[in-house]
C-alpha cells in the first residue's frame, strides 16, 4: 500500500511540474508576440494599446488612396471614407473607419505612423443625419463636419 502511494505521489508531482511548466512557457510566448506603439502588426502600423497590453488598434500604413470629393487624390466625402476603410487591406478585411476615440488616439501617437497628413481625417462618428466627427490632425481639434466635405481616411482595425 505505501509503494502505491509513493508512485501516486510521483505521477501527481509529475503532473503538476508538466502543468507549470506550460503554463510558463505559454504566458511569456504571449507577452513575447505582443507589438508596441509604431511597430509593424497586422497589415499595419500599432498606434494604441490598452493597459492589459493583450490589446490595442493598428492603422493602415497609408492613407486610403482614391477620391469621392471633386476628384481629388485620398480625399473623400463621409460616405465615401466609410467604404474606402472598409476594404480588404494587407490580407486582412476587418479595417473600418476609425470612431472619434480611436481616431484622437491616432492623433496623439501620429509621430509613430508615417504619412500622417496635417490635415483632416473622418470618424465613423456620427453628429446627426447631416453631419459627422472628424479631426484636424495638424491642432488636433475635434470637430463636426457635414458629410459631403473632403476629408481623409486611414483605416483602422482591432487586435
Known sequence: MKRDTKASCTRLWIILMLT????L???ALASAAMPNIGESYGGGVVF???????HGLIAA????PGHSFKKEEFFF????AKDAANAFVEGFSDWMLPNREQLHKLYISRGAVAGMATTVYWSASESDAESAWAE???SGEQLVGN?????????VRLF
Do not use: H
Open 20 to 23: 507549470c511548466l506550460s503554463t
Open 25 to 27: 512557457s505559454t504566458t
Open 48 to 54: 494604441y494599446v490598452d493597459g492589459t497590453g493583450q
Open 61 to 64: 500604413k497609408t492613407d486610403m
Open 77 to 80: 466625402n463621409w460616405y465615401g
Open 136 to 138: 484636424n490632425f495638424a
Open 147 to 155: 458629410k459631403t466635405n473632403g476629408s481623409r481616411v486611414r483605416a
